[in-house]
């Protein structure tokens, strides 16, 4: 009986060392341009969330390019208008909360058994005080020199970046076709149709996604706001901003922005009082889970929120806050080429 053994030899072509070293420089250099890659993407992104708004007023014959600018006139006129009116309290408040931080953590105490004979937070000098270390966190920034010259790079660094995502975003809607002529000038022309689609696809999600994750977030923000407000909570205003930014994380987001308002309910009326205010986030929390998340962002998105977590999660090692806050967007274009690839499994799979 002859055996035959079977040799399968790989042969490496110079055009294919040429495509490796090529995709490897491109891998690169996207990455040594990570922050530069991300505010594009962020532009790509506010650009689609604006675009319901200029296809409102295109339909009334305006032209594109006034469209746009009225588009983000108003936007903006919303954006400052609200810094204008509530930024000045909410500072008060901040800069209030803070001072008043440390014996709202020495007051909002474990039960007794737990205590120290000098309060729940030891201040002597064998042990670390909670009262110490929220000192040293108000004037770290404070006190050093170094610490000043972060805070004005980041200033100037921020509003440099927010410039230009507005600026990149702005010539994106104005040209029709813009983003997709930008993805044709960074896609393999074997793959353009399908990545044009691909992106026609996500874009309606993307913009949807957006302007329901805004309404989600006043919306449960002024619940909470004139909640605390009625039942005579200080630092109202503050505890409901606080809340409208930690919607964005589902699930868990409520639980985390209730955790404040109840050590402060506790510390200001004792146990009643912050029985109230979790009554309160609780019902806020079924409004919002029952009805006000189904309507505007689920339907919407269809992300589930276990992988809108574990994306935000991604986001936030790889790039930060600019990564939470580009993660669901993200993960909605994932979940489309998921479904693609699935698809096309199982249409090989019935002609097979």
Do not use: C
């Amino acid at each position: 009986m002859d055996i035959h053994n079977n040799k399968h030899t790989i042969s490496i072509t110079p055009g294919t060392m040429v495509t490796a070293v090529v995709i490897g420089f491109i891998v690169f250099a996207l990455w040594l341009l990570r922050d530069l890659v991300l505010l594009v993407i962020t532009a790509i992104i506010l650009a689609s969330a604006v675009r319901p708004g200029i296809l409102f007023f295109v339909r009334f014959k305006i032209p594109r390019a006034l469209a746009v600018f009225f588009t983000y006139f108003i936007a903006l006129a919303i954006i400052f208008g609200s810094i204008y009116f509530f930024l000045p309290p909410l500072l008060a408040e901040v800069q209030r909360f803070i001072s008043a931080l440390p014996n709202y953590l020495n007051s909002a105490s474990l039960p007794l058994p737990f205590r120290s004979s000098s309060g729940l937070f030891s201040t002597g000098s064998g042990g670390a005080s909670i009262t110490n270390i929220v000192t040293a966190l108000q004037s770290a920034f404070i006190n050093t020199s170094t610490g000043a010259l972060r805070l004005l790079t980041a200033i100037f660094g921020g509003i440099f970046s927010l410039v230009f995502v507005v600026v990149l975003s702005f010539y994106f809607a104005v040209q029709e076709s813009g983003i997709e002529d930008f993805l044709r000038t960074v896609t393999p022309l074997s793959r353009e149709s399908y990545v044009i689609d691909l992106w026609h696809r996500s874009q309606k999600k993307i913009g949807l996604w957006m302007q329901g994750q805004i309404l989600l977030s006043v919306f449960v923000g002024m619940l909470v706001y004139l909640g605390l407000l009625i039942i005579g909570i200080p630092y109202a205003l503050l505890l409901g901003v606080f809340t409208a930014i930690m919607e964005i994380i589902p699930i868990f987001g409520s639980f985390i922005s209730a955790i404040p308002a109840i050590m402060i309910a506790f510390s200001f009326g004792g146990l009643p009082l912050a029985l109230i205010v979790t009554g309160l986030y609780v019902v806020v929390n079924q409004f919002e889970a029952h009805l006000i998340y189904p309507l505007v962002v689920r339907k919407i998105v269809g992300v589930p929120p276990l992988l809108v977590i574990i994306a935000m999660v991604a986001g936030a090692e790889l790039a930060g806050f600019l990564g939470i806050l580009l993660s669901i967007p993200l993960a909605a274009i994932l979940q489309e080429f998921v479904n693609d690839l699935d698809k096309s499994r199982r249409a090989r799979a019935t002609t097979k």
